[in-house]
């Protein structure tokens, strides 16, 4: 008896990703990777809102938000979702200054795009290790949030990422 409740949802849903806008600052399809094909590439976590959405002028002001390839990759539920682009005024759960929307990755696994190192030197070819979300701080403005991660490989703790370089960990095609 679920079923059509089940069905209206879905495709409640499906109109809000229809009308879900964002806008990637940064993608990493300039970049070389060694084990990147021609059609696939990493595809950032997180982008900024529209400016009639956000009222910030400069991009890298706005906050932070899910990219549409994440929100599909992360199964992210509709209410985080809706949460992601309501205003701050209305009621919402997960827009929260003491736990914001974002935090719903808190424990995932993300990439991050870095360049490789050889003999103790940067080269210009990068790879994605995967590390688990642990923190993400001032995700109220691009620019400012930075992520603290856990290496998959070896537990070390790495702090002060730049969000922009979050990526989800598998190669992908852009939509």
């Known amino acids: 008896m679920s079923q059509p409740n089940q069905v209206e ?7 809000i990703m229809d009308n879900y806008s964002s806008i990637i600052l940064n993608d990493y399809t300039q970049f070389k990777f060694e ?9 950032p976590v997180f982008s900024v809102g529209t400016i009639d959405e956000t009222l910030a002028w400069a991009r890298h002001a706005r906050r932070i938000k899910f990219t549409k390839q994440a929100i599909k990759y ?10 992601n682009i309501e205003n701050r005024n209305t009621h919402n759960y997960y827009y929260d200054d003491d736990k914001p929307y974002c ?3 808190i424990g995932k696994t993300v ?6 190192v ?8 990068y790879h994605c290790p995967k590390y688990e979300l642990i923190e993400i701080e001032y995700p109220h403005m691009f620019h400012m949030c930075t992520a603290k991660l856990k290496s998959i490989d070896d537990g070390s703790i790495t702090e002060d990422i730049n969000i922009a ?7 992908m095609k852009y939509d």
Do not use: C, W
């Open 165 to 171: 370089r979050i990526a989800i960990p598998e190669l």
């Open 9 to 15: 949802n879905t495709e409640n849903f499906n109109t």
């Open 118 to 125: 050889v003999n103790g030197q940067k080269i210009d070819i």
């Open 103 to 105: 935090d719903f990755l």
């Open 74 to 83: 992360f199964s992210i539920p509709e209410k985080v979702v809706v949460s």
């Open 111 to 116: 990439g991050v795009v870095r360049r490789k």
């Open 35 to 43: 084990d990147k094909d021609t059609d696939m590439h990493y595809i």
